[in-house]
Nanobody, 115 residues
């Protein structure tokens, strides 16, 4: 059974930092392109950052310079380091893995940025 389980969310003040993790099982993690998405309240889900199986990274313009995506293929975990958080980063953050026609989603972790 494939599982993607996000953790690390919570409440943080503006300017603070969080590191999200996505622990995977049931897939050959190293073969998957991995992506973080987020869904702000009342808005559509949007791409935050992607890291391909060949370690190519892309970021949404809104997070460039503040967020860093990384992966540990030995531990089969995806990370998102989020620095200098702003109120508009408040969202549910989802982990997504894809390989050809196969795709899997985690259930999400809530990040709230508020003073």
């Amino acid at each position: 059974q494939v599982q993607l389980v996000e953790s690390g969310g919570g409440l943080v003040q503006p300017g603070g930092s969080l590191r999200l993790s996505c622990a995977t099982s049931g897939i050959v993690f190293a073969l998957y392109d991995m992506t973080w998405y987020r869904q702000p309240p009342g808005k559509q889900r949007e791409l935050v950052a992607r890291m391909t199986r060949r370690d190519y990274r892309t970021y949404a313009d809104s997070v460039k310079g503040r967020f860093t995506i990384s992966r540990d293929n030995d531990k089969e975990v995806l990370y998102l380091q989020m620095n200098n958080l702003r109120s508009d980063d408040t969202a549910v953050y989802y982990c997504y893995g894809s390989r050809f026609e196969q795709e899997y989603w985690g259930k999400g972790t809530q990040v709230t940025v508020s003073s």
